[in-house]
Nanobody
Framework: QVQLVESGGGSVQAGGALRLSCAAS????????MGWFRQAPGKGREGVAA????????YYADSVQGRSTISRSAAKNTVTLQMNSLKPEDTAMYYC???????????????????WGLGTQVTVSS
């Protein structure tokens, strides 16, 4: 059974940084992409960043481009999202997800992902 477990969320002030980590229950090379998504209260789930597990290509939403870095470690079966210069609008539940299929275009649509973690809360205060 696939399990994705997120950690690293918390409460920070605007301008601060957080490092989110996602631990997979098995080898991450079983997936084509791994990504981070977020959902704020009353809003839909949106893609934040994704990485092609094999080649390492990275993809970012405009809202976090330049402030975030996604990386993966095959040795540790983890995917990490470093978020800097956090803003109050970054406040949301953050989810890790894994996709087993190839994606045409930008792999940041939630419906392209098969497996999901339970999420970790990020709260940024002004």
């Amino acid at each position: 059974q696939v399990q994705l477990v997120e950690s690293g969320g918390g409460s920070v002030q605007a301008g601060g940084a957080l490092r989110l980590s996602c631990a997979a229950s098995g080898p991450i090379y079983a997936y084509k992409y791994m990504g981070w998504f977020r959902q704020a209260p009353g809003k839909g789930r949106e893609g934040v960043a994704a990485i092609a597990v094999g080649g390492g290509s990275t993809y970012y939403a405009d809202s976090v481009q330049g402030r975030s870095t996604i990386s993966r470690s095959a040795a540790k079966n983890t995917v990490t999202l470093q978020m800097n210069s956090l803003k109050p609008e970054d406040t949301a539940m953050y989810y890790c997800a894994a996709a087993t299929g190839w994606v045409a275009g930008f792999p940041l649509r939630p419906d392209e992902y098969n497996y999901w973690g339970l999420g970790t809360q990020v709260t940024v205060s002004s």
